[in-house]
């Protein structure tokens, strides 16, 4: 099976106290705690103890106004390669009592066969819950079967770049949605719609992608506040959570960000 190396962002497995072997790594964990782990600050899950997989790369270029991506350094820039079972490793290494690992980026299924080779090593590994963080524009059967959640996260057009028309031409492809919605249906596993939302006009966006798929309640969708610190977040978040109770979805946080601030590693 292909699917033998990874390419990691720079804060790759995160935040850890140990190596593969179990040996202390010189550096603490930049959430401060003198332990691994941290907590999942986004979506269904908010709060649950977790470790992080960050991989590199990403096919979009998102940059909203005043709110450029909040892990460029993941999306474009250095990327380590390492060994997925050395990554599989270092997870399970560090789990302690979390029973939670989410794979995230930049964009995993630009490294689909690395990513279900991940899932089904930890599963072999420690009784894990696995979740795929994905901007939706890439499907993949073999990612959509190993994880148990599927988050999918469709950029609206307030995410398009001044300057990048391949970025608003891929942003959203209700097939590729809707094959990851049916697959989760099928097997039997879950999977959210997780929308940053920056103003109230964005409903309308999300109302007419939602009219193009099947098989979703209105517990699925939710609605995160675009902003990349407190003080941001609160200028939008209860518009945010205001047109959730309107339209029957759920209102979701950013956690981590008013926890740590936003930085690699938590
Ligand atoms: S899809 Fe995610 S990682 Fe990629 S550019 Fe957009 S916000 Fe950044």
């Known amino acids: 099976m292909s699917g ?67 892990t460029v350094y ?19 290494r560090n789990l302690g009592n979390i029973r939670h690992v989410v794979i995230t980026g930049g964009e995993p299924l630009l490294q689909p066969r690395g990513v279900e080779r991940l899932c089904r090593l930890l599963g072999e590994m420690a009784p894990v819950h696995v979740t795929v963080e994905s901007n939706a524009t890439l499907f993949d059967e073999g990612v959509a079967d190993a994880v148990d959640l599927m988050s999918l996260s469709p950029k609206l057009a307030t995410s398009a770049p001044a300057t990048d028309a391949g970025h608003h031409a891929a942003r959203v492809d209700a097939g590729v949605i809707q094959r990851f919605i049916s697959r989760a249906g099928e097997r039997g596993r879950d999977f959210q719609l997780k929308f940053v939302f920056s103003a109230a006009e964005d409903a309308v966006e999300i109302r ?22 407190t003080e941001a977040l609160q200028r939008v978040a209860l518009a945010a959570a205001g047109c959730a109770v309107r339209e029957g979805w759920r209102y979701c946080d950013r956690l981590h960000v008013s926890l740590f601030g936003n930085r690699p590693g938590v």
Do not use: H, Y
Not at 8 to 20: Q, Y
Not at 53 to 58: F, S
Not at 83 to 88: I, N, S, W
């Open 74 to 92: 993941a999306a474009r820039g250095t990327a380590t390669r390492v060994a997925t079972l050395e990554v599989a490793r270092r997870v399970a």
């Open 208 to 229: 007419k992608i939602l009219a193009r798929l099947r098989g979703w309640r209105n517990e699925d969708v939710l609605l995160m506040p675009l902003g990349a610190t």
């Open 4 to 70: 033998d190396w990874l390419s990691l962002a720079a804060d790759g497995v995160f935040p850890v106290t140990v190596d593969g072997d179990g040996r202390a790594l010189a550096a603490p964990p930049a959430s401060g705690f003198p332990f691994a782990g941290t907590v999942q600050g986004e979506g269904k899950l908010c709060g649950i103890p977790s470790l992080f997989v960050r991989l590199a790369g990403c096919n979009l270029r998102c940059a909203w106004a005043g709110c450029p991506c909040d």
